[in-house]
């Protein structure tokens, strides 16, 4: 009887959660441009230095760094396109709130951040009269882009380690200044839209094409220097000519088409499961709801966007679910055909079952490997979501089903073959 109380339980408390915080998980997630709309942003692009060019190859370069600021967690989903010899759009969805407002803000806080490293400098003040920080010594561009990273000393305190693409110039500008008489000036000033962000002191000539930043006073403040770098590191300057709002290419009836669509497949499956496994089936139904609301979940805290490309990976998951509960389920069925008792059924199926189902996880996750790394834009986003949801599954409809079962079975109140849906007349001698 205990069993059966801890399953009602633990079903009741996990229900219980997932009604209380699916309307905050739902309004939390974002909707992408196919689905609700952004807004566009067309860039003028200019040469970092006086008498440079806007080449092809440059402004195919700022685009691409353009598209992986707007998505820097890889699940934004920005259209970034070029346009005539030094035009580039950028699409991208708005996360909105219900006020004029709210959008506002969102939209002002992305015309922001997409401005914002294209005027990132490294000062010193070698040869200014006034002791400022007047001489440019390295534009944001000369940084390997994605190269600043927060490590730690033997302290443990934090530092952002960059590297640069031209070793000889780090060298030369770090021997230079090294040498100077003060401390004043041999600072590396970090400036970003002429306001100072970090002014390091250059201690020791560096002559790999790295350096090391310390004095930051957290791993925050760390990240957010590490972040201006690296978003620093454009070929060339963009000047915004406007800004306006894009509608959704798809439609709000599209997007209840899709979520209808889902909802009633994903009835049928419960269902199907129901009506073909019956206590297994019982036990996958609300496996198969845990696993959902835990994506949604993933979904949240990843601050993904929601496309078309995420409900199909999204729907992928689902389906690589009900699988694994397949398998086990016909495991246990064929251990129980065998003669073997419902609790040796259980373990032997369970433990058959569960190398075929890590095998094809396994070869999922190698092939959403490939695409994330292979891949651009949205292929990248649908794998980022195809790996989540095999690594939820693992949790929720592997492991999961296995304890819920086995409660179930030692509370003795299941030990038919028919609740599993076995008939006596197929069940063999052992």
Not at 39 to 49: D, N
Not at 87 to 109: N, W
Not at 123 to 134: H, P, Q, T
Request: with cysteine; net charge neutral.
């Amino acid at each position: 009887m205990k069993r059966l109380v801890s399953f009602v339980l633990v079903v009741l408390v996990s229900f219980g959660i997932m009604g209380y915080l699916t309307p905050g998980l739902l309004d939390g997630t974002k909707l992408g441009l196919d689905l609700k709309g952004g807004v566009e942003i067309l860039y003028e692009a200019h040469p970092l230095t006086e008498g440079g060019k806007v080449t092809k190859e440059a402004l195919k370069q700022t685009a691409i760094s353009l598209e992986k600021r707007a998505n820097r967690t890889n699940v934004a989903e920005p259209e970034v396109t070029t346009e005539g010899q030094t035009r580039i759009r950028l699409k991208i969805a708005v996360s909105t709130g219900s006020t004029d407002q709210e959008r506002d803000a969102a939209v002002e806080k992305i015309r922001d951040l997409m401005k914002r490293p294209a005027e990132l400098q490294f000062r010193s003040s070698d040869g200014c009269a006034d002791g400022s920080y007047c001489k440019v010594e390295l534009y944001g561009n000369e940084f390997k882009e994605g190269a600043a990273k927060v490590e730690y000393d033997n302290l443990n305190k934090p530092m952002v380690r960059i590297v640069v693409n031209d070793k000889s110039k780090l060298a030369e500008i770090s021997t230079r200044l090294v040498g100077k008489p003060t401390e004043a000036e041999r600072r590396l000033a970090i400036f970003l839209d002429d306001d100072k962000i970090s002014d390091p002191v250059v201690q020791s000539a560096l002559t790999e094409g790295t350096a090391v930043i310390t004095g930051q006073g957290d791993r925050a403040e760390a990240q957010n220097l590490a972040d201006i770098i690296n978003l620093g590191a454009l070929p060339l300057k963009l000047t915004e000519k406007y800004t306006q709002s894009v509608g959704a290419t798809l439609g709000k009836q599209s997007l209840h088409d899709t979520l209808f669509a889902g909802g009633l497949a994903s009835v049928l499956i419960l269902v199907f499961m129901l009506v073909l496994y019956r206590i297994p089936g019982l036990v996958a139904s609300i496996c198969l709801l845990v696993f959902v609301w835990l994506l949604l979940g993933v979904f949240y805290l990843m601050g993904a966007t929601l496309t078309l490309p995420g409900i199909a990976a999204f729907v992928l998951g689902i389906g690589i679910a009900v699988d694994s509960n397949i398998i086990t389920a016909e495991r246990i069925k064929d251990e129980l055909r065998n003669g073997k008792t419902i609790a040796s059924s259980l373990k032997a199926g369970a433990k058959n079952s569960f190398r075929t189902i890590i095998d094809a996880h396994i070869t999922t996750l190698i092939a959403g490997s490939v695409l994330y790394f292979m891949g651009h834009g949205m292929v990248k986003s649908f794998a980022i979501v195809l790996i989540a949801s095999i690594v939820v599954n693992i949790a929720t409809n592997v492991f999961l089903p296995r304890y819920l079962l086995s409660l179930l079975i030692k509370s003795g109140y299941f030990n038919k073959p028919s609740h599993y849906s076995v008939k006596e007349s197929e069940i063999g001698a052992l």
